[in-house]
């Protein structure tokens, strides 16, 4: 059970700050690429590092659980971003989203349920 709880953990706190890092690195300063900017800068750099990062330890979870099992649980991370985004950006997120995010938690729970 540790030997893929902790790797899970690892990815989905891993793409949640890469997803910060990119999203607050899309409104800063930066290098402009084709004429659209800013889309080069240390937090969008730094956002794919742990991006990679975030694939390391996703691919320690494939090694002990099976693909349809494991992108199940990967799932958290579009629930732990809306959170950050909402808590650490302030993004408005509506009743509806809500309820969509209450739906995934529950598949994610009924995918982990039928593995027993």
């Known amino acids: ?3 893929t709880l902790l790797p899970l ?9 890469a997803n910060l890092l990119m999203k607050t690195g899309a409104v800063a300063q930066g290098v402009q690429l084709f004429g659209v ?8 750099v730094s956002g794919f590092a742990v991006y990679a990062m975030a694939a390391g330890f996703y691919v320690m979870v494939l090694r002990y659980v099976p693909l349809n099992v494991a992108q199940s649980f990967a799932a958290l991370q579009f629930v732990a971003v809306i959170l950050a985004a909402n808590f650490l950006l302030g993004e408005s997120v509506g009743l509806v ?3 969509g ?5 529950g598949g994610i ?8």
């Not at 889309?39 to 969008?44: G, L, M, P, Y």
């Not at 995010?101 to 938690?105: G, L, R, V």
């Not at 729970?109 to 027993?116: D, E, K, N």
């Open 1 to 3: 059970m540790t030997k």
């Open 9 to 17: 953990i690892g990815m989905i706190c891993g793409t949640v700050v």
């Open 37 to 44: 900017g800013p889309v080069i800068n240390v937090r969008v």
């Open 97 to 99: 989203r809500w309820f």
């Open 101 to 105: 995010i209450a739906m995934i938690t």
């Open 109 to 116: 729970f009924l995918v982990g349920y039928s593995t027993r």
